[in-house]
């Protein structure tokens, strides 16, 4: 996590600049730049998209995002996997999905990298849940260990192979463990 260290900036003056890689996220006034996805993070990403978005979007009941800027609450975040359902994907007036979303997910996921910190990411989740997300999702690849966090309630620790995980119920038909999640590494 790569800290800009500069004047108070605006979350307006934010977002007028140019994006950078990997993304930056606006939090409580100061500009943090997110690590670089390594080999894990990605693997786990890439799959847990594409999963929801399998299962998920032919049906047109949700849609999966890989990093995708999501601005509300004062905040710019972006998110490792944001899931929305159908109805509350912004969209422009052609129909088409809108470059802009300013509203949180319905469910965040984040995938802890070696060189971030837990703290900031848990805080992102926390934000989002305080923002109308339903659920969300820490994923650490090093302790193989899902940590689920629903609003005003106190987190569940998954790190049982068989445990099974929980799911919104949009998303009932995803039937993931904490084994089929981590066998994504090996694949």
């Known amino acids: 996590m790569v800290q800009t260290p500069s004047k108070s900036v605006t979350l307006d003056e934010f977002l007028k600049l140019p994006e950078t890689k990997p993304a930056s996220e606006?939090?409580?006034g100061k500009i943090i730049q997110k690590p670089m996805p390594k080999g894990k993070h990605s693997a786990i990403q890439t799959e847990f998209s594409t999963t929801v978005n399998v299962i998920l979007k032919p049906q047109r009941i949700a849609r999966a995002f890989s990093e995708l800027r999501c601005t509300f609450g004062g905040r710019s975040i972006v998110p490792d996997v944001s899931v929305f359902t159908w109805e509350r994907i912004p969209r422009d007036e052609n129909g088409e999905v809108s470059n802009t979303f300013l509203v949180a997910p319905d469910w965040t996921i984040e995938i802890l990298s070696p060189e971030q910190s837990q703290t900031k990411v848990t805080k992102n989740i926390l934000h989002c849940l305080n923002h109308g997300t339903q659920m969300g999702w820490l994923i650490d690849p090093d302790e193989q260990t899902i940590f689920v966090y629903l609003p005003k309630q106190q987190?569940?620790?998954?790190?049982?192979?068989?445990?099974?995980l929980p799911v919104l119920s949009f998303a009932n038909n995803l039937n993931?463990?904490?084994?089929?999640?981590?066998a994504w590494l090996l694949e």
């Open 155 to 164: 987190p569940e620790v998954f790190d049982q192979p068989e445990q099974k």
């Open 176 to 182: 993931l463990s904490v084994q089929s999640v981590f």
């Open 26 to 28: 606006y939090i409580d």
